[in-house]
């Protein structure tokens, strides 16, 4: 017992005697953080105007919505599941908040808000009970939602395309209103990233969903109700997708039915760059904002360049496939280092 | 003694009742599916389905997505998915166009495309199997780069010269009777029944799928099959490319094929594969394919839009999957009974 506490200490001290550079290094978001560096000092040279404060805003503002999704996709990928319905979902609450709203233009703004919240939870809901009552696999349930939501989309647009003229200015507010200069879709933004970040971090349902995504069973047997979990992780994130379909169609005023399409893609790229396992169980806000930020530099720096529109895809799939190769290693290096001091101590 | 003797009786009870699980297997599930659809096709249009070469273009309709669902049901046995096959199609069939436009001989130009994709496969295949990264992650990386130096190379140009045989596979018939595309399917699938169901290597894979681990431990070069695996499925993917540029008329552009990836991923579900790996036979994803053309065929001549289409096949996929999880389930609960029944004999 005594040797056991004494090693314990031993342990405690190893780590504290830790310097500050090594624990930076070992920082599961060092490696994002330098590639951010070095792509923000490459821009830096080559474009000289992504720094202005306007250009920067702008970038965040055109990017916001994959920040929504990236938070809705994050919830689900914790619990060990993935959601690729969430990009028509976004096209199917985008279709019927705008075309609502163009046929009762009396009616005030907010409404749409909570219309698009109500239609996103429901979506998710279905999601949710199919994979965590029915327990089918989340890609394939997912899959089949994402054919249905794509459909409905179509169905209730029957075709049409909407343009700004055919938008009240207070639905479009919701996401281009500046306060303190910053558009409100990035105000709703900040405000997400800060919720669901003391929501995943500090309550307790949020620490659940970390517990499903370790281990189903363990979890189960510790008696949390896995398919009450997921079926409520799944609804929030059809929620959020909700929410930034609405915004999609205020920020931009156009809205048609193929719009977000692979969006979830995108979002799902986001979550992993940003630490997100995609087995379940580990994730940090943190990380997933880092991520959010670098790859809204990297589309902003690419459109910037004359002539490298085209590139954006190859490029991003590059980086994408880098930074969790260079995660996967360092991982395993942090690993095996960790198994070398534990076998050094006994 | 005694106990020997009720175990070979039990034995050959199970032999009894062969006949009535092979009618109430899924594969021959899918088969009364397949006859449903014809027979509603019938009642519905009988003018129309009993003209000649009616049939003949329902199944040509399905087959270009025949080869990436055979490569796709082995990486599915495996517990992977690869959303890339798609963008890996029109890589290898970017390959070929380009050694043609550069004066290459007809042979050595196919031959150019079927390696184009199996060096994507291979690049799919070492991210996941010897770095160990998750597929899905590489896949939907993989498939932004592959997509991505399409679209570098070929701009918004379109590739026209392709070996005529390209157009002819797809849409000619032999005799006038049989698609040449079915007759390939068929053969090819064959082989895959080979492959999955009879050779060291496919049951191989059945091991890796229900536990890799233990694969690993049974002497089984588990990195070794995984890459072997995803490069088959580049392979396919090329194989594919053939068929999708034959159907296409004989030309190409970066913007082409989206969503074959999910369309394989469905039908391979649909075939009774489950995504979780280790689970499925060949027969089903083969059975399913054909499935797949009538249904969207039956429903395109009933008038009803594509992207409602999109609605039925969401359902379809998901109701498939509850069936087949409910059937899974009566499975284990009768099994279960049965084993108590023989504790309790003994």
């Known amino acids: 017992m005594l040797l056991c506490l004494l090693s314990q200490k031993g342990v405690i001290k190893v780590k504290k005697e830790q310097s500050f550079v090594s624990k930076l290094t070992g920082s599961r978001n060092f490696g994002l953080v330098v590639v951010l560096m070095i792509i923000i000092c490459v821009a830096a040279v080559v474009t000289p105007s992504i720094f202005m404060p306007n250009t920067f805003i702008g970038m965040i503002q055109n990017n916001a919505v994959y920040g929504l999704l990236a938070i809705a996709e994050m919830l689900v990928i914790i619990t060990g599941g993935i959601d690729i319905s969430i990009g028509s979902i976004l096209a199917f609450v985008g279709v019927v908040t705008t075309r609502y709203m163009s046929e009762n233009m009396q009616i005030p703004s907010f409404v749409w808000i909570l219309v698009a919240l109500a239609v996103g939870l429901l979506c998710g809901m279905l999601n949710g009970l199919l994979v965590g009552y029915l327990r089918i696999v989340p890609m394939i349930a997912t899959l089949g939602t994402m054919y249905i939501f794509r459909g409905l989309a179509f169905l209730v647009s029957k075709g049409q395309w909407w343009m700004p003229h055919q938008m009240t200015e207070s639905y479009q507010l919701w996401a281009t209103r500046k306060i303190a200069a910053i558009p409100a879709i990035v105000w709703i933004l900040i405000v997400c990233f800060v919720i669901f970040g003391v929501f995943l971090a500090f309550t307790t349902y949020g620490r659940r969903i970390y517990a499903i995504g370790t281990s189903r069973e363990s979890s189960a047997v510790a008696g949390i109700k896995d398919s009450v979990v997921i079926f409520r992780s799944m609804s929030l994130c059809g929620m959020l997708a909700g929410l930034a379909g609405m915004l999609y169609t205020a920020n931009y005023a156009t809205c048609v039915y193929t719009i977000g399409n692979s969006y979830e893609m995108t979002a799902i790229a986001i979550c992993v760059l940003g630490g997100v396992s995609i087995t379940g169980g580990r994730g940090r806000m943190d990380g997933v904002v880092i991520a959010f930020i670098l790859m809204s530099f990297i589309t902003q720096f690419i459109s910037l360049l004359p002539g490298l529109s085209v590139w954006s895809n190859a490029i991003q799939g590059a980086i994408i496939i880098g930074a969790v190769g260079l995660n996967f290693f360092t991982i395993r290096q942090a690993e095996k280092r960790a198994l070398k001091e534990r076998s050094e101590l006994i | ?346």
């Open chain 2, 1 to 346: 003694m005694a106990d020997n003797k009720s175990n070979a009786r039990n034995l050959k009870v199970d032999d009894g009742f062969k006949l009535g699980s092979f009618l109430k297997s899924w594969e021959m599930v899918l088969i009364y599916i397949l006859i449903v659809i014809n027979l509603v096709l019938i009642a519905a249009r009988p003018d129309l389905y009993f003209k000649s070469g009616t049939l003949q273009s329902i199944i040509q309709s399905g087959m270009d997505v025949g080869p990436l669902v055979l490569g796709m049901a082995l990486i599915l046995m495996l517990g992977d998915i690869d959303v890339s096959c798609a963008s890996v199609m029109i890589f290898a069939s970017m390959c070929t166009g380009l050694s043609i436009d550069n004066g290459l001989p007809m042979g050595l130009a196919v031959l150019i495309g079927l390696l184009g994709g199996v060096f994507c496969g291979a690049i799919n295949g070492f991210l996941v199997a010897y770095i160990g990264m998750p597929a899905v992650i590489v896949t939907i990386s993989s498939s932004m780069l592959f997509r991505g130096i399409v679209e570098i190379i070929l701009n918004v140009n379109s590739l026209k010269n392709f070996p005529e045989f390209y157009v002819s596979l797809s849409w000619n018939n032999i005799g006038g009777i049989l698609p040449v595309s079915l007759v390939i399917f068929l053969i090819m699938g064959a082989v895959y029944v080979y492959i999955l169901q009879k050779s060291r290597f496919g049951r191989n894979l059945y091991i890796i799928g229900n536990n890799a681990i233990c694969g690993q431990y049974s002497g089984i070069d588990v990195k070794k099959t995984k890459l072997m695996v995803f490069m088959l499925m580049g392979f396919m993917s090329g194989v594919a490319s053939i068929f999708f540029v034959g159907r296409m008329g004989g030309s190409v552009s970066s913007s082409m094929g989206t969503g074959y990836e999910m369309n394989a991923i469905a039908t391979c579900v649909l075939g009774g594969i489950s995504t979780n790996g280790g689970k499925g036979k060949m027969y089903g994803p083969i059975i399913a394919t054909l499935i797949m053309a009538f249904l969207t065929y039956t429903l395109g001549l009933m008038d009803i839009d594509a992207n409602v289409r999109k609605i039925v096949t969401g359902i379809v996929l998901i109701t498939a999957i509850l069936i087949s999880n409910f059937r899974d389930k009566s499975d284990q609960k009768k099994k279960s009974l049965v084993r108590a029944k023989a504790a309790e004999a003994k």
